[in-house]
């Protein structure tokens, strides 16, 4: 069975830092093409940062130059830290894995939210 665990979420100040983690079980976690996304209410799910299996990394315009993404496929887990938050990071921050050639596998977490405000 496959699960996404995403944890780190919270409440924190703008221009504050959180550090999200993503544990993943049930799959080969290196052949897949980690994510994260969020969602605020009323809006699409979208797309804040990647990390393909070789290291390659991809970013929202909003987020670039303040959140990085890394995995360590020793420990099945992929990371998104997050600097300078602003009030319009608020938002449920969900964990996505992709697999590199065989579209069907393709798995998300519960989501852990994370709140930005003074």
């Known amino acids: 069975q496959v699960q996404l665990v995403e944890s780190g979420g919270g409440l924190v100040q703008p221009g504050g830092s959180l550090r999200l983690s993503c544990a993943a079980s049930g799959i080969i976690f290196s052949v897949y093409t980690m994510g994260w996304y969020r969602q605020t209410p009323g809006k699409q799910r979208e797309l804040v940062a990647s990390?393909?299996?070789?290291?390659?990394?991809d970013f929202a315009d909003s987020v670039k130059g303040r959140f990085t993404v890394s995995r360590d496929n020793t420990k099945n887990t992929v990371y998104l830290q997050m600097n300078s938050l602003k009030p319009e990071d608020t938002a449920v921050y969900y964990c996505n894995a992709k697999h590199i050639t065989i579209i069907r596998r393709d798995y998300w977490g519960q989501g852990t939210q994370v709140t930005v405000s003074s």
């Open positions: 990390i393909t299996s070789g290291g390659g990394t």
